[in-house]
């Protein structure tokens, strides 16, 4: 996974313009989310990226960066464990 | 002999509340998006005074109404339902009464959600095949939306009322190998019970005055707010990844069944969005796959029968025809089993 195929598919499960979501933009500000968001990113997560990433855990991350890595971190360990 | 189902009937009460309505206390949601979320265009709102034991009078007697069978050929009457009218006595004895049963016929109440249509099934059918009954009323009837904030749009734009009549009814045995309903898989995780919940009302947090009898309070031991539903929907969503591919999976070992057996796979109408993501995980054909809550919700454990009826009456359901049915939710508590489609 590379971070502008997640913001891309982050930009397409928020029903946003292209560029509105960065890097740096805080999670819970981005326009558009919602608890329905919510439960539709742990479906892109599973779908997408093949990661289940508990509820606690994204809440805890404050940018869209913070969310990258700990996908990241988890398709690693996934690999690891594979 | 075997158990086989025989009718259902729904009753959805009057009152709508549709997304243009939902929008107005959250301005910023639109319709269309609630839509695209949940798969919802309404749902149905019972009134103050009108409980589940009144819907389910309703769905039954609609039931009645169409000639499926005469109320003094009842002998057992369960009723699922989280919003009974009472703490004691059980509603299901309110029910025996108002719907003139015999007074010969068993009656329970049972407390399950989402699943409970399943467990209703599983325990008609053995109430049916050890010849404790013969026409058993599995009867779903539920008013979440009693429990719900205006404006907690997490839960208001998903749940609506309903109650659901279905008959179980005993036949001839033609094969051992062709159940009419049956086989079942249950499953159950107290883990996931702090997910959906209605925390005060109950014993463990009664509502103030209650526990005391109207006396003295202690405003830290008796909560003052009326009771509300709590959901953690990413939470119940992940869990529904785990445990419903294995559920469907456990179900096809326990039938000896592949998918290509299934004519049509009829899941707890939980949010549309949710059913599709599953949908695809476990590789359903989508046009065996039955979604119908558009017009009226979650309706909790009416979902199932509601989704049996109007694929029923959309023609998607041919007599013979094998039926997945899956229920999954509050609790953490799933069940599954086969349908031979009688009807």
Request: glycine share 8%.
């Amino acid at each position: 996974m590379n971070a502008p195929q997640f913001l891309a598919a982050l930009h397409e499960l928020c029903d946003v313009c292209a560029g509105t979501i960065q890097k740096n933009s805080v999670l819970q500000d981005i326009p558009g989310w919602s608890s329905m968001t919510f439960i539709g990113l742990i479906a892109m997560l599973d779908e997408e990226f093949g990661v289940r990433i508990a509820p606690g855990t994204i809440l805890r991350c404050h940018t869209v960066e913070d969310l990258i890595e700990e996908v990241a971190a988890e398709q690693k360990s996934a690999k690891m464990a594979a | 002999m075997q158990a086989i189902l025989k009718a259902i009937e729904y009753y959805l009460p009057p009152r709508i509340l549709d997304n243009p309505q939902l929008c107005v206390v959250a301005p910023n949601w639109s319709p269309q998006k609630i839509q695209s979320k949940t798969g919802i265009e309404e749902r149905r709102i019972s009134e103050e005074e009108e409980l589940s034991s009144d819907l389910a009078v309703k769905a039954v007697t609609k039931l009645f109404e169409s000639g499926a069978c005469k109320p003094n050929e009842i002998d057992y009457l369960m009723l699922c339902t989280q919003t009974p009218d009472y703490f004691l006595p059980t509603t299901a004895c309110l029910l025996q009464n108002r719907l003139g049963l015999p007074t010969t016929c068993g009656a329970l109440d049972f407390n399950l959600g989402c699943s409970g249509f399943i467990y209703g099934l599983g325990m008609a059918k053995g109430l049916i095949e050890t010849g404790q009954a013969s026409n058993v009323l599995v009867v779903t009837a539920e008013t979440y939306t009693k429990f719900i904030t205006p404006t907690d749009m997490s839960v208001r734009a998903l749940f609506g009322d309903a109650a659901a009549a279905t008959l179980v009814s005993a036949q001839d045995s033609h094969s051992a190998e062709t159940p009419g309903i049956g086989p079942f898989v249950y499953g159950t995780d107290g883990k996931g019970a702090k997910n959906l919940i209605v925390q005060t009302g109950g014993m463990r947090k009664p509502v103030a005055g209650f526990a005391s009898g109207g006396g003295d309070e202690d405003a830290d031991e008796h909560v003052l707010t009326p009771p509300t539903l709590y959901m953690n929907g990413p939470e119940i969503f992940l869990f529904t990844l785990d445990a419903v591919p294995e559920l469907v999976a456990g179900i096809c070992s326990r039938a000896s069944i592949t998918f290509d057996d299934v004519d049509l796979f009829v899941f707890h109408q939980a949010n549309e969005y949710m059913l599709r993501h599953l949908r695809d995980k476990i590789e359903i054909p989508p046009e065996r796959f039955f979604v119908s809550m558009s017009h009226c919700g979650n309706t909790v454990s009416s979902t199932i029968p509601i989704a049996l009826k109007e694929a029923h009456k959309a023609g998607r359901l041919k007599p013979n025809a094998r039926v997945m049915l899956v229920g999954f939710g509050v609790g953490y508590s799933w069940g599954a089993t086969m349908l031979r489609w009688a009807m």
